[in-house]
T-cell receptor, first 110, second 118 residues
Framework: QKEVEQNSGPLSVPEGAIASLNCTYS??????FFWYRQYSGKSPELIMS????GDKEDGRFTAQLNKASQYVSLLIRDSQPSDSATYLC??????????FGPGTRLSVLP | NAGVMQNPRHLVRRRGQEARLRCSPM?????VYWYRQLPEEGLKFMVY????????ESGMPKERFSAEFPKEGPSILRIQQVVRGDSAAYFC????????????????FGPGTRLLVL
């Protein structure tokens, strides 16, 4: 049974701070990793994908992957109130089926 | 708009009725996935389809639920004899199916169908 775990939160950070979101997964053969953002009542929207160990940066977002530790994280720099949402970690193996974590609710306080 | 389209956006059914949810993938995409999200819960995979083929239905309930993706037209998720526990948001996602590396397909989500069973 493939599992993806995230702290449900809420994670509260002040505006301008760095928000750190974490995700662990159980399937060692997982190949690709995705972070989605979901606002309340809306559909998930892709933020980043990462496939190799290390860091990947895109604007204020940095994804970090450590396959040995089966750990992937998302850092949001200069957090804004508009970043307040639920962040979903998704993991994919050789097949096409994503396994989603339960999501972490982020609240950025003005 | 070439994004993933779903309709209806909201659907109300009484217990025992049938619900049909439609999904048109993003232009150029041939792979469709259905997910269910219960209130305050995460996304649960239901089924993965390509044109005229069900690739993986491991997340589908054994009874009352079925899905298809015909050669022409949208993918349809069908729920027969709905019960209150079927009330949820149902999301469709699509991918291109052209990634050269297995497992690196990115899925793009539609706006979802909110099903309410009275």
């Amino acid at each position: 049974q493939k599992e993806v775990e995230q702290n449900s939160g809420p994670l509260s950070v002040p505006e301008g701070a760095i928000a750190s979101l974490n995700c662990t997964y159980s399937d060692r053969v997982s190949q690709s990793f995705f972070w989605y953002r979901q606002y309340s009542g809306k559909s998930p929207e892709l933020i980043m994908s990462i496939y190799s160990n290390g860091d990947k940066e895109d604007g204020r977002f940095t994804a970090q992957l450590n396959k040995a530790s089966q750990y992937v994280s998302l850092l949001i720099r200069d957090s804004q109130p508009s970043d307040s949402a639920t962040y979903l970690c998704a993991v994919n193996g050789y097949g096409q089926n994503f396994v989603f974590g339960p999501g972490t609710r982020l609240s950025v306080l003005p | 708009n070439a994004g993933v389209m779903q309709n209806p956006r909201h659907l109300v059914r009484r217990r025992g009725q049938e619900a049909r949810l439609r999904c048109s993938p993003m232009k150029g995409h041939s792979h469709v996935y259905w997910y269910r999200q219960l209130p305050e819960e995460g996304l649960k995979f239901m089924v993965y389809l390509q044109k005229e083929n069900i690739i993986d239905e491991s997340g589908m309930p054994k009874e009352r639920f079925s899905a298809e993706f015909p050669k022409e037209g949208p993918s349809i998720l069908r729920i027969q004899q709905v019960v209150r526990g079927d009330s949820a948001a149902y999301f469709c996602a699509s991918s291109s199916g052209t990634s050269g590396t297995a497992g690196q397909e990115t899925q793009y989500f539609g706006p979802g169908t909110r099903l309410l069973v009275l």
